[in-house]
């Protein structure tokens, strides 16, 4: 048997335990996450500061090093996600829905954890706090299997995470952390089909494609974000200024950053000029359609291929439509289902993109930044999923969840 049999025998022996734990035993167990974190936050950073130089040395940069970077405020941040999930209601044993039947019998749908959760991810070591705190709140045993880039980061972090739970009632196995990062080991960990219920993998789109092809565990694609922010001819210009230049530049190493700029053509000569002038002066590349590059001299000409990339840093795509219909038919023709958004004062227009665009997370007024389960409430996500079943959008406790029947009856026979 290998090592990673021998993980998911024990993920899948933990997971019965954590089924039937209450909601007190866990919140206890988290609430010494938490602690632990911020109390040993020093040794974290200095195994994070052992992946920096690492990363540095293999000529990392730019949104990668972004993600793979802590501070203090980072894990304060992680800590504070935790503390976030104690703070919420526990899906497990929720009844969903009950019907009484004409024989008699009375039928339900009972929320219960999914079982073993595996994580695949790259060089973004708060995911490993977050996936652990969310799969123990939901019930769930997790295998994480994070990057080379944050293999230190990463055994530091569940380290501290494991010590805090043997202080508790959470079984031996409930979290658990691949160290081989070789590319076999990620090969095996697909087929462990045996022991793992659920695959989510977050990460490149490379990474995402290679594990929805090759996996024969069930997978929540976690997707790649190419995001819009739509401004409508009836906008607020100043507030689409704030937005776009939010939706960038706040962090654009991140799938929720906007990578394209669509302007209505009715307002492109009011609008086009002020804010990529402001953009340019935050140094983000400029790539525009023809219309564009009449208005902004200091755009370059974009290509088929910029309407359908992500680029993780600081490039905008620019494209001057014909109105909400055109905007709508390029988001759902260039999109990746992720998180879109529209500036507007006129209501119908922004029921009909909130009706119509086909994404997870859709905006009227707003950035698309906000597309996080933080910013959702959900204490932290397991991940954003663009795909269409089960879950959507951020993940937070339910998406952790699955449900079955409970069926009362009084001697009934068919």
């Excluded at 990474?207 to 694609?221: E, G």
């Excluded at 960038?248 to 492109?268: F, H, M, S, W, Y």
């Excluded at 795909?387 to 969840?401: I, N, S, V, W, Y």
Aim: charged content about 25%; glycine content about 8%.
């Amino acid at each position: 048997m290998s090592k990673l049999d021998l993980m998911g025998e024990k993920a899948k022996k933990a997971s019965y335990k954590l089924s039937v734990l209450n909601s007190t035993a866990k919140n206890h167990a988290l609430q010494k996450v938490a602690s632990r974190l911020l109390e040993r936050s020093d040794e974290i950073l200095k195994a994070n500061a052992i992946d920096i130089e690492n990363a540095k040395e293999k000529g990392i940069t730019g949104a990668l090093m972004d993600r793979l970077t802590l501070n203090s405020q980072r894990i304060k941040a992680m800590a504070e996600g935790v503390e976030q999930i104690v703070s919420l209601p526990d899906p497990v044993g929720e009844v969903v829905s009950m019907w009484r039947r004409p024989n008699g019998l009375q039928i339900g749908q009972q929320r219960v954890p999914i079982g073993v959760i595996g994580i695949i991810y790259e060089a973004r070591p708060n995911v490993t706090v977050d996936a652990a705190a969310l799969c123990l709140k939901s019930g769930n045993a997790v295998i994480l299997r994070g990057g080379s880039e944050a293999i230190n980061s990463n055994k530091a972090i569940v380290s501290i995470i494991k010590e805090a739970l043997d202080e508790t009632q959470m079984p031996d196995g409930a979290v658990q952390l691949v160290e081989d990062t070789s590319r076999e080991t990620v090969n095996e960990m697909m087929k462990l089909n045996k022991y793992i219920d659920v695959l989510i993998p977050r990460g490149g789109a490379g990474l995402i494609q290679s594990v929805v092809q090759n996996s024969t565990i069930p997978v929540i694609a976690t997707g790649e974000g190419n995001c819009h922010v739509y401004v409508d001819g009836d906008a607020d210009l100043e507030m689409g200024e704030r937005i776009i230049v939010n939706a960038k530049t706040q962090r654009p190493g991140v799938c929720n950053a906007a990578e394209t700029l669509l302007v209505d053509g009715a307002i492109a000569e009011r609008f086009i000029p002020r804010a990529l002038k402001t953009l340019r002066d935050l140094n983000v590349e400029i790539r525009g359609c023809e219309r564009t590059l009449e208005l902004f001299k200091d755009a370059k000409p974009a290509t088929e291929e910029d309407w359908y990339t992500e680029y993780l840093g600081y490039i905008l795509a620019v494209k001057v439509v014909n109105g909400i219909d055109e905007a709508i038919e390029h988001i759902n023709k260039y999109g990746t289902h992720h998180s879109e958004a529209i500036v507007t004062e006129n209501y119908s227009k922004a029921q009909r993109f909130l009706r119509e665009v086909d994404a997870s997370a859709v905006y009227v007024n707003a950035s698309t930044r906000f597309t996080d389960g933080f910013e959702f409430g959900f204490g932290a996500e397991i991940g954003i999923s663009n795909q269409k079943l089960h879950a959507r959008g951020p993940m937070g406790l339910k998406e952790l969840t699955t449900t079955k029947y409970i069926i009362y009856g009084s001697g009934q026979i068919r």
